[in-house]
């Protein structure tokens, strides 16, 4: 009898429409890319697919550029632990950009492991825009 092999792979990143933690829902890609502009409320990740791991323990990890807490000191990664709910399943893994954001402003890096794996990753740039030409881009794009 053959063993079921895991499998993971992303099926989409870059910037997604405004995400609700509790709507059972996923996020919609809005533009495949890493270079995120910075800018408030824009939201950005990765969507992981999984499958034949149902039950499976996925730890995951957001590294930042540094963003500090409110009494001024660097806040520690965001880290997280989910677990595959069906042996079909997506798991949105994603943050967004808030006030003040030149603190933002660096590469975010997004990893999730699995048995001490890691399974996925994605780095994001966040970039402040420059000249007209990259703003007429993100214009474009209806940012």
Not at 32 to 40: D, E, G, K, M, R
Not at 42 to 47: A, M, N, P, R
Not at 64 to 85: A, I
Not at 104 to 123: E, F, L, N, P, S
Request: proline share 5%; aromatic share 14%.
């Amino acid at each position: 009898m053959s063993k079921l092999r895991m499998f993971f792979e992303i099926s989409s990143y870059g910037i997604y429409e405004n995400w609700d933690e509790k709507s059972k829902s996923l996020p919609k890609i809005k533009t495949f890319t890493t270079n995120i502009p910075t800018q408030l409320e824009i939201e950005f990740g990765f969507i992981l697919k999984a499958k034949k791991s149902k039950g499976k323990r996925l730890d995951w990890t957001i590294f930042h550029p540094d963003v500090p807490d409110e009494s001024g000191e660097t806040m520690p990664p965001f880290q997280g632990v989910v677990y595959v709910r069906n042996n079909d399943w997506e798991f949105y893994l994603g943050d967004t950009v808030w006030a003040p954001i030149h603190d933002k402003i660096g590469d975010w890096r997004m990893v999730i492991a699995c048995d001490g794996k890691v399974i996925a990753q994605k780095t994001f740039s966040l970039l402040v825009e420059h000249g007209d030409s990259e703003i007429q881009f993100w214009k474009k794009r209806g940012y």
